[in-house]
C-alpha cells in the first residue's frame, strides 16, 4: 500500500514558521495584512475564505476584507484595488476568480501591484516565476505541491516528472518550479495524443496531476513505484470529492500518493500566509 502524503502536517509545520515570523515582524511594528476581495457570493470562494481567515488567527496575520455585489462595475473594483494599492498597511491581496461576465477580468488584475499579489493572478508574478525572481508570488497551490514534496523530503533533482495539465494555475507554474529544482519535465495537456499521455505518465518518477477532471488518471496511464501529486478537486458520480486520479487504482501501484480530499488542497492558506509575511517583511 502507498505511503498517503497527507497535507495537514505540512500545514502545521508551514504555519507555525509563519507565526514565529509574524512575532518577530509584530515586535518591530509590522502588523502582516491579507486584503481579500471577493465580488459576489460563490461557495467556493466563501468555503476558501473561511479557510483563510482560520489560518490566518492561527498565524496572526490580519485580514481586512473588501466585499461587492456581483453588479460592482469594473471601474468600481479597479478604484478599490488601487486604493488597497496606495494602502501600505496592507501587504497582501487574494481576490476571488472568476469575476462577473461583466468585467474585464484581466484588467482588473492588472490593477493589482505584483508585489502584493499573493496567488499569482498578475502578468508580473508570472514573470517572477518564469524569470526566476521575486516579483510578485506564485499562485499557492503551485506552490503548495512544492512545499508538500520538500516535507516529505522528496528528491528533485535528476528526476523525470510529469505534469498533467497546462493551466496559469497549476501545471506551467509547478513545472517551472520543479524545473528550477534541476527534475526533467514532460507537460502533457487536452491535446496531447493519448499513446504520449499514457506513455509519458508510464515512464516517470513522479507524476503531477492537473487537470479537473474526476479520475481520469488511472492504473493505464501510470508506472510502479511512482510519488503521486493529485492536485485536482473534483466531485464523482456518486457526489464525493476526487483528484483527478482514480485513487483505488493508482494507490495500488503507487510509492507515495496525495489523498483527495486532504492532500495539496490543505496545504494552499498555509503557503498563503507565507506570501502575506514575506511581502511584508520587504517593508
Given amino acids: 500500500m502507498a505511503e498517503l502524503l497527507k497535507g495537514k502536517p505540512v500545514a502545521a509545520s508551514l504555519t507555525e514558521t509563519t507565526k514565529a515570523k509574524v512575532e518577530e515582524l509584530r515586535e518591530k511594528g509590522v502588523v502582516p495584512t491579507l486584503g481579500i476581495v471577493r465580488v459576489g457570493e460563490n461557495p467556493g470562494d466563501l468555503a476558501y475564505e473561511k479557510g483563510a481567515i482560520k489560518r490566518a488567527s492561527q498565524t496572526g ?5 473588501y466585499l461587492f455585489g456581483e453588479d460592482v462595475s469594473q471601474e468600481e473594483l479597479i478604484s478599490a484595488i488601487e486604493e488597497i494599492n496606495r494602502d501600505d498597511s496592507v501587504h497582501g491581496v487574494l481576490m476571488f ?5 461583466h468585467i474585464d477580468e484581466k484588467a482588473v488584475c492588472e490593477s493589482l501591484a505584483p508585489e ?8 508580473g508574478s508570472m514573470a517572477g516565476v ?7 508570488y506564485p499562485p499557492c497551490t503551485a506552490v503548495a505541491c512544492m512545499e508538500l514534496l520538500d516535507h516529505y523530503g522528496i528528491v528533485l533533482k535528476g ?3 510529469t505534469v498533467m495539465g497546462r493551466s496559469l494555475v497549476i501545471g506551467k507554474p509547478v513545472a517551472m518550479m520543479l524545473m528550477r529544482r534541476h527534475a526533467t519535465i514532460t507537460v502533457c495537456h487536452s491535446r496531447t495524443t493519448p499513446e504520449a499521455f499514457a506513455k509519458a505518465g508510464r515512464e516517470a518518477d513522479i507524476v503531477v496531476t492537473a487537470l479537473g477532471r474526476a479520475k481520469m488518471v488511472g492504473a493505464d496511464k501510470l508506472g510502479e513505484g511512482q510519488i503521486l501529486i493529485d492536485v485536482g478537486i473534483n466531485v464523482d458520480e456518486n457526489g464525493k470529492l476526487c483528484g483527478d486520479m482514480d485513487f483505488d487504482e493508482a494507490e495500488k501501484k503507487a510509492a507515495m500518493i496525495t489523498p483527495v480530499p486532504g492532500g495539496v488542497g490543505s496545504v494552499t492558506t498555509a503557503v498563503l500566509m507565507k506570501h502575506v509575511v514575506a511581502a511584508a517583511a520587504k517593508k
Avoid: A, C, S
Fill in 116 to 123: 502584493k499579489d499573493m496567488d499569482g493572478i498578475t502578468t
Fill in 97 to 101: 476568480r472568476p469575476l462577473p461576465k
Fill in 61 to 65: 496575520v490580519e485580514i481586512r476584507q
Fill in 159 to 161: 528526476k523525470n516528472v
Fill in 130 to 136: 518564469f524569470m526566476d525572481t521575486d516579483l510578485g
